[in-house]
């Protein structure tokens, strides 16, 4: 059955706020700015960008006027006519339901509606405050002008000043010489904050929630770092079209590049973002995003196509469709079918190597397109799809290409706890095909029928499950196999396996806490006779992981083309430390190790029979003792040799938000040992200042420094296969961050790129940004502002 549609969609793409709209005129003057000493201009922000469904499906609730309240006055002194005017002088106030006006002198016309203060003029309007000497105000269409005002926003703490405002309603109001700023922090001379815009124009809209700026300078420590004849930005986090601040980053391969993105707001559940590039080395890229949802389905589109890239000498292009959703038949028998695309292309198998990689599918050597149909109904499901690779070969490194499978067809049919019994019946269809020089093996359709019914006894304090399996399968050959010259074949397999296991309970107190613990023996016994599979190819099989889970599982392979010829017996034991109250898993030990009672003939092509009595020994351990730290680690060690075969150990430390050191040990003999590292510290924890913990999203507070980085290093190869390194500082109302990326693009080639950013909170991030790099790369890394927060309803008193 398809899986329901959510109400809302994630996606990292476009930016949810810092956006610039610009005019034809302010594309070119953002290109020469964007060699200013801010070195780009970006306002992605990485946390993503929230699509909802339209507008027809959500309730749309009506504007109303402000309410006809009374008018309350007060002051030192008051005279008036009654149905006139009032004259209140000294200490001046007028209040009418969120509006508040305090002034030394105010007269106010009630034909007219309007207002006039003078001397020390403050306003309280819906929270947002306005402060000067000189205003003129219609009350209840609070349409006027105010005289050298001062003001700060509620929404978003933004502040700044104007020779002049009018106000053309309670919504709307234009500034002229004005300032704006979000940034309290003193960093220039006398009152000035670290970075401020000035605009001989600007224009608040509070119900749009979008400011525009005309002639606007954009200053950071005193120093103009960019300047625009007109400019579009934020209020809020609400999503608007317009052009985007161009990018630029530097890259060793590509060069300098610069994007120039423009955002399309076309619906609440529809947006579309186009991001031309230049690279200097190889030319100009055109690309595209389109995102969509609706109740039933949702999905989106990206395109990119470089008409001449100079280093290759040809055009190169890719595209990516992502769509998932559901079709109604009309037919109440059926009801909806789950239909989902995938599909992945590009121009040429150095593609992957040429644009890095940027967390997408297109820059995988093995590209997925894959088209499915899906139902279910009650104990019955079924599905048919067809999937087809793009293999993008590397001379250095060749890889076989996966068989396409065009189509395949899958079936379900399962009850359970029918008298005490469950049992299931599993179809597959499978046509394979691929470029049989490549795979020296003939393509072929393939059914396969897997039925099962099974026992379980569970008790408290044990459980035993017996189970009886037949496999059977059938091959259709395209061309006569090699060690036989047969054309078809068939195979079928019984299997019988018995799962059981004891599980004690006891009170225990370690470290003086009390806890519950379990001793949990298990034994697996699993007995499949010998066939004869040899001469079959394989088409989707590989050797499972030997691991604490596949080892209590009836087949060693995964895929249908061998089944092991297994007489084993599993032996186990767990052990558990968890909290009694919560139930929450403190620490979790468990060693297991098989017995094999006759060899295993059936293997993969090239692989030995396996004849070994005692399988190695596997032992795990995972430990969450303290939320501050954790650890797991798993061996496997050979009896025979007294050494381990593979390993793998990690911990990860984070005492606290924005504080979180990560480490792995991975090794397999013979074939690989990595060392993988990552962190994210706070550097003024080196001169004992901890700073103040403001919550994640928030920062540890102003004027401080954090180290980011992550190293994996190969010791097999004795060198450095991916690296991040890097700095955040945060100045509270501006921050700046500079990594430096290193990634293995193939065997004998490296991408680097330096990653410069400033983000003015609240209002956009210039440069190219660094997050995505970071959350990727980084376990449990931070960003240094994410959340928005909600004004409190007390900022509207005075």
Not at 299 to 326: A, C, E, F, K, N
Not at 572 to 591: H, I, K, Q, W
Request: charged content about 20%; glycine content about 8%; overall charge neutral.
């Amino acid at each position: 059955m398809p899986a329901p549609m959510p109400d809302r969609l994630r996606l990292p793409r476009p930016p949810s706020r810092g956006r610039f709209v610009l005019t034809p005129v302010a594309m070119v003057a953002a290109a020469v700015c964007a060699w200013l000493p801010a070195v780009g201009v970006h306002a992605q922000t990485d946390d993503g960008l929230v699509l909802k469904p339209s507008a027809q499906l959500q309730e749309q609730l009506p504007r109303t006027a402000r309410d006809q309240v009374p008018i309350f006055f007060s002051g030192d002194s008051t005279t008036g006519r009654p149905d006139l005017d009032t004259v209140i002088e000294g200490n001046a106030v007028m209040r009418k339901g969120d509006l508040v006006i305090k002034a030394d002198r105010m007269e106010y016309y009630q034909p007219d509606d309007l207002a006039k203060a003078r001397g020390n003029v403050h306003i309280n309007q819906a929270g947002n405050i306005y402060e000067g000497e000189t205003l003129e105000l219609k009350v209840e269409a609070f349409e006027g002008f105010f005289q050298k005002p001062s003001y700060q926003f509620l929404a978003n703490g933004a502040y700044g000043n104007a020779d002049r405002a009018d106000f053309i309603d309670d919504k709307r109001m234009v500034m002229h010489n004005a300032t704006y700023s979000t940034c309290r922090r003193e960093g220039g001379p006398s009152w000035m904050p670290a970075w401020i815009l000035r605009a001989t124009t600007l224009r608040i809209d509070n119900d749009e929630e979008v400011g525009i700026a005309e002639g606007g300078v954009l200053r950071f420590q005193d120093v103009p770092i960019l300047a625009l004849p007109e400019m579009s930005f934020p209020l809020s986090n609400k999503r608007k079209s317009g052009f985007l601040p161009p990018t630029i980053a530097v890259d060793s391969v590509n060069g300098a590049e610069l994007t120039v993105p423009y955002y399309w707001n076309i619906a609440p559940n529809r947006d579309a973002t186009f991001f031309p590039t230049v690279m200097a080395r190889r030319g100009v890229d055109l690309g595209g995003e389109f995102r969509y949802l609706e109740p039933s389905y949702r999905g989106q589109v990206r395109l990119d196509y470089m008409p001449t890239d100079s280093l290759r000498d040809r055009s190169r292009w890719s595209y990516g469709l992502l769509h998932s959703g559901t079709i109604q038949t009309g037919l109440a028998p059926i009801g909806a079918l789950g239909l989902n695309l995938n599909l992945n292309r590009v121009s040429d198998d150095n593609y992957w190597s040429d644009f890095g990689r940027e967390g997408t599918s297109l820059t995988q050597r093995l590209l997925t397109s894959e088209a499915g149909l899906s139902w279910g109904k009650g104990n019955f499901s079924t599905s048919i799809r067809a999937l087809k690779y793009q293999t993008l070969q590397d001379v250095t490194a060749p890889i076989v290409p996966p068989y396409d499978r065009m189509p395949q067809a899958q079936a379900r049919y399962a009850r359970y706890n029918v008298g005490g019994f469950d049992f299931s019946l599993d179809g597959d269809y499978s046509d394979f095909r691929a470029d049989r020089s490549l795979t020296l093996q003939p393509n072929a359709k393939r059914s396969y029928a897997l039925g099962q019914i099974s026992r379980p006894w569970v008790r408290p304090g044990w459980f035993v499950t017996p189970k009886v399996m037949l496999n059977t399968t059938n091959y259709q050959f395209d061309a006569p196999l090699a060690a036989n010259a047969a054309t078809s074949a068939n195979r079928t397999v019984p299997t019988f396996s018995l799962d059981s296991g004891l599980i004690f309970e006891r009170d225990a107190n370690f470290f003086g806490r009390a806890l519950r613990q379990t001793l949990e023996p298990r034994a697996f016994y699993v007995n499949t006779p010998y066939r004869d599979q040899s001469a079959l190819p394989i088409y989707d099989t590989a050797q499972n992981d030997f691991n604490l889970a596949t080892i209590y599982t009836e087949n060693s392979f995964s895929g249908n083309d061998r089944i092991a010829d297994n007489n084993l017996l599993t032996l186990g034991v767990n052990s558990r430390l968890f909290e009694p109250d919560t139930g929450a898993e403190l620490l979790n030990v468990g060693v297991a190790q098989r017995l094999r009672f006759k060899d295993q003939r059936v293997v993969l092509p090239g692989q030995p029979v396996v004849t070994d009595r005692i399988s190695d020994f596997l032992a795990g351990a995972s430990i969450n003792w303290d939320p501050r730290w954790t650890f797991d680690g798993t061996v496997q060690y050979n009896q025979k040799t007294n050494r381990s075969e593979r390993a793998s150990i990690s911990g990860r430390w984070s005492p606290g938000n924005y504080r979180v050191i990560s480490a792995a040990y991975r090794y397999q003999r013979g074939l690989s040992e990595q060392i993988d590292v990552g962190w994210q510290w706070p550097i003024n924890d080196l001169w004992g200042d901890k700073g103040k913990d403001l919550g994640p999203g928030a920062g540890l507070g102003e004027g401080r420094w954090y180290s980011v980085g992550r190293l994996n290093y190969s010791m097999y190869d004795r060198k450095l296969v991916d690296s991040v390194l890097g700095f955040e500082y945060d100045a509270g109302c501006w921050l700046g961050r500079i990594v430096l990326e290193r990634l293995q693009t193939s065997s004998n080639s490296t991408n680097s790129k330096i990653l410069f950013q400033l983000e003015f909170v609240g209002f956009t991030r210039l440069g190219s940004s660094p997050l995505r790099t970071l959350k990727e790369n980084i376990p449990r890394y931070q960003y240094l502002r994410e959340t928005i927060t909600t004004p409190s309803r007390f900022g509207q008193y005075d």
